[in-house]
Each structure stands twice: as structure tokens, then as C-alpha cells.
């Protein structure tokens, strides 16, 4: 009987194509192996001879990392033919089919995501062995698998927080909410790589690169990690905040429309962050990585977002006589909006109770064990007020649900509490409703009803877990003795006479109504009201006052006044930043008691409009007709036009133009074709920036149907 030859591997099929569509990687490419945990994936293997399985000794051998250690979770050894129970990395079928071998591997839904590498070893004589590569493969979260910590039970879920590519951030304030269309382009060539190039410039492989590695299998690690190398305060962080407004030696937050161009422009310049970014950027790219990942995630707006850094739940605001709200050297802020990350996850180091959404904040704001990164922290345990749960849960309790008091300042010193608003923070908390291009209001996941008795009793119990009993209680009773308690002989409100456009002057009404109060229960009163008009920024602060005005008003009881205001164009012409916000402040002092009374109105400033139209088919691989017309109607030409057009599976990249000057009144027409490359629901973005007006944006929702067949 002759010997039987030794087995020699002749060839390898990774199976890409049908793998990464088993696995919803597809749309990354099918060039590459790219696989969930949790999840059986095929290869093909061909040999020298027929393979006997029982006398044939053959091993796999999965790796990832810089030091891959069966120890620690990033080298994993498996038999052809060893039954394996569980978790586990396995063989769970194969089929020999002359010198082809057909195998079935699992990869647990526990195991480390990243590159790994996947060795064969066929045992020979004398307890030798010979090696083979198979090849390459990325592993990544699992949201189909019901044993990955990041599973959620819904198809219409998974394919808005994990397959769609576009969405919206929402900007502006409470009583004017603008969408911001945002390229996330998870699946755009390379970006993958790049999610795994931020992980190995964290501070944490740096230190330890083997210890690291073999932690990724956690969620909540990766998420962490991630919401601290999106800045750049602490690492060679993505992004480089900047709050104030010189973006010459970058790009302004306002002028991206996407991730992609950030996320390859960083990886381009080895690691040096990319210039600039605010809250909005920071969260849209932590979205893209996420996502990317196999992560769940989406993007939160919160309006009137408190920043409490000293964690005693509320922010002092103070104004002086003239109306103009003052500068103060804390860090506490009301900011307009703030907009952070939400991710899907299970708690396993949490009480049983508080999986589902996290939040994520990848904006540097403060410390978290030392690094600027925020969360996870359970939207559940923000909402019952346990903020004695990881990760940073007090702070965000606290911009959802600080307390806002407003003080009259005279010569440097707080006289009066203007008002004690305990419903003015975290307003209008907002997301993107799935499958839609609406807003969904959540604001109900992070509190229960402002002023209902379980909002106040979580407030109560959040106080004193931050704060102590004790604190807790003397805080209420000082505010509760205050004149803010005191109840006013008028009412006050301003409002829009007529949409705020910027160009044009600004019609405002100041509407005040008589009411019966304790001092003067019936007579007439008299009103000295003093207005002013300051350039607010987007972290809660105003510029110098470019408007001031103030009038008397003599009140019967009973009656209503409606007194007209007029903020002139040339008032506010250069002293907006580019976010065109303005806050209109008044304060009414009523001569017969001496005390004050505060009126408040933010205005956002709306830029022309921009339309954006398609030719009725799209179809991969064939031209796809565009026109993008914009009229100026505002009173001035818009200077130094430049357009930029971005859009996963419809343009490779970005397309930029220069347009030059657009005089008032004139309408700027363009034409362009574009050929799609990928399928499905796509989004075009398209921003034109001017030195008057940084944000002009539209988007097109287009369907992308697939290349005919031949």
C-alpha cells in the first residue's frame, strides 16, 4: 500500500462577496473579507489530494493585534474536527468534495473586533507542522446577533442606525430648529481602515497596544476610546475645536458636509487634527466611526443645553439695567444647542435595567477618567436621575436638566433674580425619525413632563446624590424666598412680526398685558422697558450690544398694549457671527415697586434658499441630470461663492466650484451630471459659502436604482 502524500493547500476562496452580503458588509466593498461577530462565514479551500478529515490534522488559527495571546482574547486555535459548545471560535460544518474542502467558521459574538489574519496548520510527521496563509479579514460588531451586546430587534432600526449613510443634525434654537443635511459615508473606500487607525492612535494602544487590543470585544471600551479621539485635546485626536471665529488657518465648522473629507484628511496627514470643529461635526463623525463599527448609533440635538462644570445644577445668567446680558468669568453656560451621540448597547457593568441608548459625547468639555471623552451614559438612568451610574451621568443630567436663574447685576454685584426658570433647559431634544426625513422630538426618553411631580422628584433625588442633603434643600428654600417668586403686575412677550431674514431689517412686537398682583391689584402702573440686541454665539455668550432702545408705557388693568420695534439692517450688518444669531433682550422696571421684569427673544436669521433638482430616474452607471438654481434676495451681493457637492454612492469624494460674486436679486443656475456607483436610498448635499453668509444648504433624497442588466 503506498503512502498517502502529505495535504498541501493549492488554493484559498475567502468567499468575499457572498459573505459580506450574508454579513451586511456589502456595501463596504466585496474586494475584502469584512465579517460580524457572532455570525458563520464560508471559505473554500483546495489541496494537493482529497482531504480525510479524521487522519488529517488540521488547525485554524485567528489573529488580531500587535502581540496576538490566546490569553488575552486576540489569538484564537481551532480544530477541523473538534466539536465545539458556545461562544467560541469553531468549525461548525464543512463538506469534502474531492480535493475541495468546504468550511463553515464561527466567530464568537464576544470576540475582539479589528484586522485579524487566519493561519492553517497541517500537522505532519515527527510532530511537525506546515503553515499556510488564508488570508486577511475585519471583524465588527454584530447588531443582527442576538449574543452581541450591541443587538437590536429591529430591521427598520438597523438599517437607519447602521446601513444609512446620510441623515441630519439639527441646529439653531428651540423656537426655530434648522436641518442640517450630513454626509456620514461609513462605507466610502478606506474610511474603515481609518475607524481602526483612530483606535491605534488612541492613548490607550499607545501605552499598551496587547492590552488595548484585547479589550475591544467591549462595547463600551471601543465607545469610550472613540468619544476621546474624535477631539484632539488630550491625543492626535480627529478634530481641533474652535469656539470663537477666526477659522483662517482651517475650514469653519459651518462649511463641512460631511465626514469623509475630515476622516481622510486626518489619516492623510498622519494623524495631525483637522481644523475645525464644534458639537455638531464632533457627533456626525463620532456617528460615521460608529456606525462603521457595526454600532448602533445616532445623533442628538439638545436645545438650550446647560453646561454645568461645577455640578450644583444651575446656571447663573446675569444682565445688567440696560438689558445687555455681561460677560462672567464661569465656565457654567446655557448653550443654544448641543448636539452629541447616542449608541445602542447592552450594560453589562451596569444594574439590570439601563441597556438601550447611551450617550456619547465626543466634544471636549471636560475630563472623564482623566481624558476629555463623555459616556456612556444610560438615557434611562439620566431620566430616573441615578447619577451615581457610569459613565459621566451628572453632567449630562445636568444639560438636560439644570435649573436656569437670571440675575439683575448692578456695579458687579447680583441685586435681583429676574427669573428662576426650571423648564428652560433641555428643550426640544431632537433626532432624526427613522425611515423619514423628519424631526423626532425624544425629550421624553431623557425627563418625564417639565413640572409634573416625577420630574421634580427625579430633580430632588439628582440634587441630592450631586450636591448632598443638605446643600440640596438650602439651594431650593433661597431661591423660593427670592422676589422671582414674587408675582408681577405684567406680562411680558416679544415676538416676530414677520420672518427674520438676513439683509433685511427685523419687525419685532413687544406685547404686555396687565395682571392683577399683590402691590397694585388693580391701578394703573408704569413700565420703563429697556431693550438691546446682542450677537449671540453659539456657546451661550453675546457679543457687544448693536441695538438699543427703550420706551415708557403707562398699564391699566386689564388692558393690553402691542408696541412695535424696529432692528434696522445696518444695526446688525458686521456684527453677526456666521451663525446669524441675535438675542433680543428687555427688562421692565415698574416704577411704583422697583422691581424688574425680564423678556427674552432669540432670533435665528434665515439665508436664501437653495433648490436642488434631479431628472425623474437615477440609475448606477448612467448620468444623472442635476440643477441647482439659488437667487439672492437678500439687499447685498454675496462675495467669493464657492460650492461644494458631497454624497455617498453618488460622487467619489467632493465636487468644488467657484462662483464668484452673486448680486441682490440675481439667481445663480447650475447644471451638472453626476453617475452613481452604488444602489438604494442616497442623499445629495450640496453647500454654497460666501463671505456674508457661510451656510447656504440643500439636499436631494435620491433613489438609486441598479444598473440594468446587460
Avoid at 70 to 75: A, I, K, P, S, V
Avoid at 350 to 377: E, K, M, R
Avoid at 581 to 602: F, H, N, P, Q, Y
Avoid at 645 to 654: A, P, V
Amino acid at each position: 500500500m503506498e503512502p498517502v502524500a502529505a495535504l498541501e493547500l493549492r488554493s484559498v476562496d475567502l468567499q468575499s462577496a457572498g459573505n459580506n452580503k450574508g454579513h451586511h458588509t456589502q456595501e463596504m466593498g466585496v474586494e475584502q473579507l469584512i465579517l460580524r461577530r457572532g455570525q458563520l462565514f464560508s471559505l473554500q479551500l483546495s489541496f494537493n489530494r482529497p482531504c480525510q478529515p479524521h487522519s488529517d490534522h488540521i488547525t485554524f488559527v485567528a489573529e488580531t493585534g500587535p502581540e496576538p495571546s490566546e490569553l488575552l482574547g486576540t489569538r484564537a486555535k481551532f480544530l477541523l474536527t473538534q466539536a465545539g459548545l458556545g461562544d467560541i471560535w469553531k468549525v461548525s460544518d464543512f463538506t469534502v468534495d474531492s480535493t475541495f474542502l468546504q468550511v463553515s467558521l464561527f466567530t464568537p459574538a464576544s470576540a475582539v473586533i479589528g484586522h485579524y489574519t487566519l493561519k492553517l496548520e497541517i500537522a505532519q510527521s515527527q510532530g511537525r507542522s506546515v503553515t499556510y496563509p488564508l488570508g486577511t479579514f475585519t471583524l465588527l460588531f454584530n447588531p443582527w446577533s442576538t449574543e452581541d451586546d450591541v443587538y437590536l430587534p429591529s430591521e427598520a432600526l438597523l438599517q437607519e442606525y447602521v446601513m444609512r449613510d446620510y441623515g441630519f443634525v439639527y441646529k439653531g434654537h428651540e423656537g426655530f430648529i434648522t436641518s442640517w443635511p450630513w454626509n456620514y459615508g461609513q462605507f466610502e473606500k478606506d474610511i474603515l481602515d481609518i475607524c481602526f487607525e483612530i483606535l491605534n492612535k488612541s492613548l490607550y494602544f499607545l501605552r499598551n497596544p496587547a492590552k488595548d487590543c484585547s479589550q475591544r470585544n467591549d462595547v463600551v471600551y471601543v465607545c469610550r476610546v472613540v468619544s476621546a479621539m474624535i477631539n484632539s485635546n488630550d491625543d492626535s485626536g480627529v478634530l481641533q475645536g474652535n469656539w470663537g471665529e477666526d477659522y483662517s488657518r482651517g475650514i469653519s465648522p459651518l462649511q463641512w458636509n460631511g465626514s469623509v473629507a475630515i476622516l481622510r484628511q486626518w489619516s492623510a496627514q498622519g494623524g495631525q487634527p483637522v481644523k475645525y470643529g464644534q458639537c455638531w461635526v464632533f457627533a456626525s463623525v463620532m456617528c460615521t466611526v460608529m456606525r462603521c463599527l457595526g454600532v448602533p448609533t445616532r445623533v442628538v440635538s439638545n436645545f438650550h443645553s446647560a453646561h454645568n462644570t461645577d455640578g450644583n445644577l444651575t446656571i447663573d445668567t446675569y444682565y445688567d439695567r440696560n438689558a445687555e446680558m455681561l460677560p462672567t468669568q464661569k465656565r457654567d453656560k446655557v448653550w443654544n444647542f448641543h448636539v452629541w451621540n447616542e449608541c445602542w448597547m447592552i450594560r453589562k457593568d451596569l444594574p439590570p435595567g439601563y441597556n438601550g441608548w447611551q450617550v456619547l459625547d465626543p466634544t471636549p468639555q471636560q475630563t472623564s477618567s482623566g481624558l476629555f471623552c463623555c459616556g456612556p451614559a444610560s438615557v434611562k438612568a439620566i431620566r430616573e436621575g441615578d447619577v451615581h451610574l457610569a459613565y459621566d451621568t451628572p453632567f449630562v443630567f445636568a444639560e438636560v436638566n439644570a435649573d436656569e436663574v437670571i440675575w439683575l447685576s448692578e456695579d458687579g454685584e447680583a441685586r435681583e433674580i429676574l427669573a428662576h426658570n426650571t423648564r428652560s433647559i433641555g428643550k426640544e431634544i431632537s433626532t432624526k425619525m427613522v425611515g423619514s426625513d423628519q424631526r423626532q422630538d425624544i425629550t421624553r426618553s431623557y425627563k418625564y413632563p417639565e413640572g409634573s411631580p416625577e420630574e421634580r422628584s427625579v430633580f430632588m433625588k439628582a440634587s441630592r446624590k450631586m450636591l448632598g442633603q443638605e446643600r440640596a434643600s438650602s439651594f431650593l428654600l433661597d431661591l423660593l424666598g427670592s422676589a422671582a417668586f414674587k408675582a408681577q403686575p405684567a406680562q411680558l412677550q416679544l415676538y416676530l412680526a414677520r420672518a427674520p431674514v438676513w439683509g433685511q431689517d427685523l419687525l419685532l412686537t413687544l406685547h404686555v398685558r396687565r395682571v392683577r398682583d399683590s402691590a397694585h391689584p388693580w391701578g394703573t402702573i408704569r413700565l420703563e422697558v429697556r431693550f438691546c440686541a446682542q450677537a449671540l454665539l453659539h456657546r451661550g455668550s453675546t457679543r457687544e450690544p448693536l441695538w438699543k432702545q427703550a420706551v415708557h408705557l403707562d398699564l391699566d388693568f386689564g388692558k393690553e398694549i402691542h408696541w412695535p420695534l424696529l432692528l434696522p439692517y445696518t444695526n446688525y450688518r458686521n456684527k453677526l457671527t456666521d451663525e446669524k444669531l441675535i438675542r433680543v433682550s428687555g427688562i421692565a422696571k415698574v416704577e411704583e415697586t422697583g422691581w424688574s421684569m425680564l423678556v427674552l427673544k432669540d432670533l435665528s436669521l434665515e439665508p436664501p434658499y437653495l433648490s436642488i433638482e434631479v431628472s425623474k430616474r437615477a440609475e448606477v452607471g448612467k448620468a444623472l441630470k442635476v440643477h441647482i438654481a439659488l437667487t439672492n434676495t437678500l439687499a447685498v451681493a454675496l462675495s467669493t461663492c464657492t460650492m461644494v457637492l458631497e454624497g455617498s454612492g453618488l460622487i467619489n469624494g467632493q465636487i468644488t466650484e467657484d462662483l464668484g460674486t452673486l448680486k441682490s436679486g440675481d439667481t445663480l443656475q447650475i447644471q451638472l451630471d453626476l453617475y452613481p456607483s452604488k444602489a438604494g436610498p442616497r442623499q445629495l448635499q450640496v453647500l454654497i459659502s460666501s463671505n456674508e453668509v457661510k451656510e447656504i444648504k440643500g439636499y436631494r433624497d435620491i433613489f438609486v436604482a441598479a444598473a440594468a442588466a446587460p
